[in-house]
């Protein structure tokens, strides 16, 4: 191989993707934009839940109740009415999500043990609906214990069992350390895939490939320095968004960086021949950008663990998934960002990557030099 006409040929696409506005967006602008959308506007953490209240008891003990629900900062009180059909109209107008009923008697019926608290949900948000119930119960367990303290002044009769939950890695379940590094991952794929197909399938349809072909260089030659600003960009990218997860969003990092250049790399490497293989068998930009978001982008945002955790989906998607490069690099970047995990740890994923990017460029390769026979 050739290092001059390598260099001529990455210097050539260097300037290429410099003077294309598109190119750079794609590059730079697109990658941020994601990682501060994500960050920002998108979390799994369901808070500030807007809520009815109908307190038909209107006691101190009813509105303890109510006062658990809003200081908790699960639930946010947007009205309180004694007329069921307007807790039918909020939840239908879907200007509530949750109302909590109270009956007349609840506080005759917490002496005898039978009290009783409606809560309802509009189902049509399942996510929330879920989080809903694990929030009130929460509340409602709480509550109880303190009533049976009181009523007998601090002394129960049975010790109740007293759960101490240990979230290891994530201590207060922040939805931010989970989807940032799996966030760059998706970036990564968008760059590497996305990116890369676009602007080489541009030089099939100008004709300039054709050109290029016609000289002395060869098909890895093309291939090395068609890839290695794109690598360059992807590295930089990478470092961009870890320290925007990092600094801005204070997701913590507990591995080694030489470990994150390393594996990154190699997921680079799998997805940038990924991407040249897509230009040379579409050799146009629309097909090249339909085969990118259907080889690529969907497969790596939701069958790579990213927001859905593998082992819920069905054992044949689950199958499928190991096929899938974003997912080994999403569990190498959790393992590093959280976890502080080492090579031998994560080794087995370093392989998996190293495989794909090895296939890849074989078939990539392979493929050209086929389509210039």
Same mark, same amino acid.
């Given at each position: 191989m050739? &290092?001059?006409?390598?260099?001529? $040929?990455?210097?050539?696409?260097?300037?290429?993707i410099i003077r294309d506005t598109r190119s750079l967006i794609l590059a730079f602008l697109l990658p941020m934009t994601l990682i501060f959308l994500f960050g920002y506007a998108i979390t799994l953490d369901i808070r500030q839940i807007p809520a009815v209240v109908a307190?038909?008891?209107?006691?101190?003990?009813s509105r303890e109740l109510i006062r658990k629900f809003t200081n908790s900062g699960y639930f946010v009180e947007i009205e309180r009415t004694n007329l069921p059909e307007r807790v039918?109209?909020?939840?239908?107008?879907?200007? /509530?999500?949750?109302?909590?009923?109270?009956?007349?008697?609840? /506080?005759? #019926?917490l002496i005898t043990g039978t009290a009783?608290?409606?809560? $309802?949900?509009?189902? /049509?948000?399942?996510?929330?609906?879920?989080?809903?119930?694990?929030y009130t119960s929460q509340i409602i367990s709480q509550f109880n214990?303190? &009533?049976?303290?009181? #009523?007998?002044?601090?002394?129960?009769?049975?010790? %109740?069992?007293?759960?101490? %939950?240990?979230?290891?890695?994530?201590?207060? +379940?922040?939805?931010?350390?989970?989807?940032?590094?799996?966030l760059i991952s998706l970036i990564m794929t968008?760059?590497?895939?996305?990116?890369?197909?676009?602007?080489i399938a541009r030089e099939w349809e100008r004709g300039t490939m054709e050109l290029l072909i016609s000289t002395p260089i060869t098909p890895l030659e093309l291939a090395v320095g068609k890839l290695m600003p794109y690598y360059i960009i992807g590295i930089v990218d990478?470092?961009? /968004?870890?320290?925007?997860?990092?600094? $801005?969003?204070?997701? %913590?990092?507990?591995?080694?960086?030489?470990?994150?250049?390393?594996?990154s790399s190699l997921f680079l490497l799998a997805v940038l021949a990924n991407g040249y293989l897509i230009s040379v068998v579409a050799k146009?930009?629309? +097909?090249?950008?339909?085969?990118?978001?259907?080889?690529?982008?969907?497969? !790596?945002?939701?069958? &790579? !663990?990213?927001?859905?955790? $593998?082992?819920?989906?069905?054992?044949?998607?689950?199958?499928?998934?190991?096929?899938?490069?974003?997912?080994?690099?999403?569990?190498?970047?959790?393992?590093?960002?959280?976890? !502080?995990?080492?090579?031998?740890?994560?080794?087995?994923?370093?392989?998996?990557?190293?495989?794909?990017?090895?296939?890849?460029s074989v078939l990539a390769t392979h493929k050209f030099r086929k389509t210039i026979e």
């Open positions: 050739n &290092s001059n006409r390598v260099w001529a $040929i990455a210097r050539k696409e260097t300037l290429q307190d038909y008891s209107n006691t101190t003990h039918t109209e909020l939840i239908e107008r879907s200007k /509530a999500k949750v109302a909590v009923v109270i009956p007349v008697d609840f /506080a005759n #019926q009783e608290v409606q809560i $309802i949900t509009d189902g /049509a948000d399942a996510n929330t609906t879920q989080s809903v119930v694990g214990l303190e &009533s049976i303290e009181r #009523q007998f002044g601090g002394r129960v009769s049975v010790s %109740p069992i007293n759960l101490e %939950p240990r979230f290891w890695f994530n201590p207060d +379940l922040d939805s931010q350390n989970f989807l940032v590094p799996g968008i760059l590497g895939s996305l990116l890369t197909s676009l602007t990478l470092f961009m /968004a870890a320290y925007i997860g990092i600094a $801005i969003f204070e997701v %913590p990092f507990h591995g080694s960086l030489w470990l994150l250049f390393l594996f146009s930009q629309q +097909l090249a950008f339909q085969l990118s978001l259907l080889t690529s982008f969907l497969p !790596g945002f939701l069958l &790579s !663990g990213f927001l859905f955790p $593998i082992s819920s989906m069905p054992t044949m998607i689950q199958v499928v998934s190991h096929v899938i490069p974003g997912r080994y690099f999403i569990e190498v970047l959790r393992g590093l960002f959280l976890k !502080g995990s080492g090579l031998e740890l994560l080794y087995m994923q370093g392989l998996a990557l190293l495989i794909f990017a090895v296939a890849f």
